[in-house]
C-alpha cells in the first residue's frame, strides 16, 4: 500500500508535525513517500530523506509553490495520486487547507483530525469537543484511495 504524506515545511525545514504524520502513515503501510513543494526546498528535502521509514522523498519547486497555496499543491498532489492509496498530511493549517481540495478532487473521502491508526483502514479521531473519540473505518469503496489529515 503506497502512501503520499505532503509536507509541511517552510522551505528551509520541516515541521515536527511532518515527523509525527509520517509515524502515523507507517502505522497503515511501508511505502511512504514524502512530497515536499515549495521554491527552494532543497533543505527542507534533505530533511525529509534523513527521517526512518521514508521510501523516498518527491521535490516539487516552482514559483506557484512557494507559499503552498491550496490551488497549486492540490493540482500538484492530484497529479502525482495515482500511484498512491493514501494520501496524508499533517494536521496544520496548510495540510487542512490542501487535502479536503484533494480528496474533492479525486472524489474520496477524507478523514480529518486522526489521533490514532487502529488498522490500514480504521481510524480514532476525536468528537464532541474532544470529549469522546469515535473509530471510523474507511468505507470499502475509499479503501484504494483515501486521504487522512493526522
Sequence with gaps: MAILLFADHDNAA????????????????TEVDILI???GAAPAAAAAAQLTGVR???LAESDALEHRLAEAS???IVALAEGYDTLLAPATTTGKN?????AALLDV???SEITEVVAADTFKRP???GKRSSSRAAAR??????????
Excluded: D, N
Design 141 to 150: 469503496s475509499a479503501r484504494k484511495k483515501s486521504s487522512a489529515r493526522c
Design 74 to 76: 492540490a493540482a500538484l
Design 98 to 102: 490542501v487535502l479536503p481540495r484533494v
Design 37 to 39: 513543494a515549495g521554491k
Design 127 to 129: 468528537i464532541y469537543a
Design 14 to 29: 520541516l515541521s515536527e508535525q511532518t515527523a509525527k504524520a509520517l509515524t502515523a502513515a507507517l502505522q497503515i503501510g
Design 109 to 111: 473521502m477524507q478523514i
Design 56 to 58: 523516498s522523498v518527491l
